[in-house]
């Protein structure tokens, strides 16, 4: 392990900030505008969830269906801050970064689309537990500045979503910078930088399988 990934994974995850939106063939599909400015919204450290590389157990757990409606699936790149950010810079952003994963931002997209649709907040539809399925830290050096990092999401060894950090509308260090300035970002806190085309619903029994670089994650979901 790297000196910046040990440092990065001792801190405490106070906060998950997510990126909505920061791929225009994903706003596409949802029937969403593609934005001007980051969206964010946030999951509390209480939703996260850990998969590990060398785990045969790992579980993805969905809310119950019949009373919660569907569970979908966003496939992402999320970064972990080393130290605080506080009206950075795209190059300050940079200094910050700890370490890198892929995660799995889970969305109850019914109850999101009811919510929207009468002005609410939708954090019922984020938030709950279980909601953020973050895998083991891996060390940033290999992945450059990560304008061009490639990642995968099979499902039933099907591949369904095909990650490409060139075609984010934002770049990772423009986003952490952009969140800066909406708020101080500390050591710790993880940023969920948009998902790709091709999300969709999870079914009890799907075998999920994340791949970035030479690095992969295996789970069942339940």
């Given amino acids: 392990m790297s000196q910046s990934q040990s440092q990065s994974t001792a801190n405490t995850i106070g ?16 029937g969403n505008s593609v934005p001007s400015a980051p969206i ?18 790992n579980v993805v757990i969905r809310p119950d269906e019949a009373t919660y409606g569907e569970t979908h699936y966003e496939a992402e790149l999320c970064v972990q801050l080393a130290k ?19 995660g799995l931002d889970l969305t109850l997209r019914g109850l999101q689309s009811t ?42 060894d099907t591949l369904t979503q095909d990650g490409d950090t ?13 969140i800066s300035h909406a708020f101080s970002l500390k050591a710790g806190d993880v940023v969920m930088t948009g998902t790709p085309s091709g999300v969709g619903v999870l079914h009890a029994g799907d075998k999920l ?8 994650w295996q789970a069942v979901v339940k």
């Fill in 209 to 216: 399988r994340l791949t970035l670089g030479e690095h992969s």
């Fill in 166 to 178: 060139r075609l984010m509308l934002f770049s990772v260090y423009e986003l952490l910078a952009d």
């Fill in 40 to 57: 964010l919204f946030m999951k509390p450290a209480s939703s996260i969830v850990h998969i590990y590389a060398n785990a045969n157990d």
């Fill in 115 to 156: 919510l929207k649709e009468k002005g609410y907040p939708w954090e019922r539809a984020k938030c709950f537990d279980g909601a953020c399925v973050l895998a083991d830290w891996v060390a940033p050096e290999a992945f450059g500045d990560l304008r061009a990092v490639n990642y995968q999401l099979y499902i039933n």
């Fill in 15 to 30: 906060k998950v900030v997510c990126v909505g939106r920061n791929y225009a063939a994903h706003a596409a599909e949802l």
């Fill in 84 to 102: 605080d950010l506080c009206r950075a810079d795209a190059s300050e952003a940079a200094s910050a970064m700890g370490a890198v994963t892929l």
